[in-house]
């Protein structure tokens, strides 16, 4: 049996990166390595197109001619570098079928998507493209003539959709991440079946150029990985702001919190009679109250549940019948039953009843927006059932609409979401937890969910993910920090609450002085640059280290309002010439009388703490 672990164990993007670093693997191997696997667990359902093995085999060979130019720099130039993926058959990839699980519509598209070409621009490996529910309507897996496919583990169940194959293909270790898109949970209902990590961020934060559409302007693309480290990884690669698509936006990120985040839950979950699930989700808030920082807090979710009814039974069906387009006209007979019941809707649907309909959204958006007032990040069970696929096929419309309960609301009320395992239910099936918050608390979100995966699975650990937000393209300021406010230390948080970026550490011009401030808490440092006519034998100055990090022009502001008297931000001259924004202090701050130390000879605030660490420290008296 195909198990999570098993696939975790053996195809990961972290554990591949070490194997490459350490040479013990080459992308030729990792091809061979690939398509091994993919024979041996024998799921033909899962794949639509795959790539020629001739074709990997010289991607392998272009890979390796890369590394030995690349040298040392070669994951700084392809971070993703020979990493097999496989992407969902909705999304384009150069001279390869786009079928949307539907012949009848298939073509081939001559430029991949804009997120294909970035993962493959990153050094990736693309594997093939997978099976869907058709048109992307559904999330169960088995509305395509391709096949049902079946949950990782246990064959009579569903996997999930509309990303069927592209869940399962990492779940049984085929790939190491695979793309699906996710307009109503199709990135998370699977992650949630197969014990994975679904990633659905910030509508219009990854360009969906070359996705076919399920409902324009709510599709996003997802992302399947075994670890949310994974996950971020990937999702770093594809964060850019696209000019080309008119869906895509530059989301500006909400930063990280400074404190413990205010966490919410159902206060009446909904399991449709399901104890197994029950059990699992309570079982899995028992260990959260337990280890996370804050206790959850009972949330209302009547408006959330209130959009999800928008979503299907509502005029935004008509989305989906413009993406299918004269096909549904002329090729009915090619559209699977289900899926065809579900577009043909729209037909009851008039443009007064569209305008009603957002008018009603944004009367539920308001009220929703006033629950994330009060807490930072809503917890729901990922899905409320896990359904086989009998069942499935004899009850299609009420079972798939239950899968929907958690996941349905979430992009149209602009939300971003994480869904990450959990305790499994009793019966072995695997349950997981969704975490949902507002556009751009995508990094909150991964921060938190690396944290609750580490709690349940032994080889997975909480990554420094506080250190690793998106790369963004907005206006920022470069700051010089030199105490408190360095990685590590009490105030650090402040920076990462501002959004900041870790730059690198480095050292200003020799002309300057370090003094440890008396009485401040926590404890902090002054630089003080000292002018040549002041700079003598009796107060010498040197290099003093600080670290340099960009934060985004909208929040330095707010980060500058929490800098005490007698610190302030200045100008800081930096050994390599440049001069940038720091911290720096009121020389009155720093006179004999003040009772600060002089610390300059250590060369740096985190030198000075160390010697207060050490044995018989004289760092007082120096």
């Known amino acids: 049996m195909t198990t999570t672990a098993n696939a975790h164990a053996v195809c990961s993007i972290s554990k591949l990166a070490a194997r490459y670093a350490s040479g013990t693997l080459t992308p030729t191997q990792c091809v061979e390595e690939t398509l091994q696997r993919i024979d041996a667990v024998d799921r033909p359902e899962v794949w639509i197109h795959r790539v020629s093995a001739e074709d990997l085999y010289a991607r392998a060979a272009q890979l390796e001619a890369l590394q030995a130019e690349a040298g040392a720099a070669l994951f700084e130039r392809a971070p993703l570098f020979g990493v097999p993926f496989a992407v969902k058959d909705n999304i384009d990839v150069a001279g390869m079928p786009t079928t949307a699980a539907c012949p009848a519509f298939a073509y081939t598209p001559e430029e991949s998507a804009f997120a294909v070409q970035r993962l493959l621009d990153s050094g990736a490996i693309l594997i093939g493209k997978t099976n869907l529910d058709q048109f992307a309507t559904g999330l169960v897996g088995v509305r395509s003539p391709y096949g049902a496919v079946r949950q990782v583990e246990f064959p009579e ?153 928008l979503l299907y039974d509502g005029p935004w ?180 609450e501002a959004g900041a970026r870790f730059i690198e550490a480095t050292q200003t011009t020799p002309d300057y002085r370090l003094f440890a401030l008396a009485g401040t808490t926590p404890a902090k440092p002054a630089l003080v640059r000292m002018p040549d006519h002041m700079n003598d034998a009796t107060t010498p100055t040197q290099p003093i280290a600080v670290e340099l990090w960009q934060v985004p022009l909208r929040l330095f502001g707010a980060l500058v309002a929490q800098v005490p008297a007698p610190l302030g931000i200045g100008t800081v001259r930096l050994a390599n010439g440049l001069s940038v924004k720091g911290f720096i202090c009121e020389p009155a701050a720093v006179t004999a009388s003040s009772g600060a130390l002089d610390i300059t000879h250590f060369g740096g605030w985190l030198a000075y703490l160390a010697s207060l660490a050490a044995p018989n420290s004289a760092a007082v008296s120096s």
Request: proline residues 7%; negative net charge; contains cysteine.
């Open 157 to 309: 169940r569903v996997s999930g959709g509309s990303s069927s194959g592209s869940a399962v293909a990492v779940a049984a270790g085929c790939v190491a991440f695979s793309l699906g898109t996710d307009t109503a949970g199709s990135g998370r209902v699977p992650a949630g079946f197969n014990e994975l990590v679904g990633l659905k961020s910030s509508v219009g934060l990854v360009s969906k150029r070359g996705v076919v559409p399920a409902c324009l302007s709510l599709d996003c693309v997802s992302i399947f990985a075994h670890d949310v480290a994974d996950a971020w990884a990937v999702l770093s690669q594809l964060a850019a702001f696209d000019p080309l698509d008119a869906f895509s936006r530059r989301v500006p990120p909400l930063g990280l919190s400074a404190g413990p985040l205010r966490i919410g839950v159902p206060a009446h979950a909904e399991f449709y009679g399901d104890a197994l699930a029950a059990d699992a989700f309570h079982t899995t808030l028992v260990t959260l109250r337990e280890h996370l920082a804050s206790k959850p807090a009972p949330i209302d979710l009547t408006p959330f549940t209130q959009v999800s009814a």
């Open 317 to 496: 069906v008509a989305e989906r019948r413009a993406a299918v387009g004269e096909l549904f006209d002329t090729h009915r007979d090619a559209i699977d039953p289900v899926v065809g019941g579900v577009i043909e809707k729209a037909d009851q649907f008039s443009a007064v009843d569209a305008f009603a309909a957002q008018y009603r959204l944004a009367e539920l958006a308001r009220e929703a927006e006033a629950v994330f007032d009060d807490i930072d990040v809503l917890i729901v069970p990922t899905t409320p059932t896990h359904p086989t696929i009998a069942a499935v096929k004899a009850n299609p419309v009420e079972l798939n609409s239950q899968l929907g309960y958690y996941t349905n609301f979430v992009n149209l009320l602009d939300l971003c979401a994480l869904a990450v395992p959990g305790v499994r239910r009793g019966d072995g099936l695997p349950a997981g937890v969704t975490l949902i918050a507002p556009a751009g608390a995508d990094h909150r979100l991964a921060v938190l969910g690396a944290q609750i995966q580490a709690l349940f699975f032994d080889d997975v650990h909480a990554p420094e993910l506080q250190q690793r937000p998106l790369p963004t393209d907005e206006p920022s300021v470069t700051l010089a920090v030199v105490g408190a406010h360095l990685r590590g230390q009490p105030l650090n948080g402040q920076l990462l």
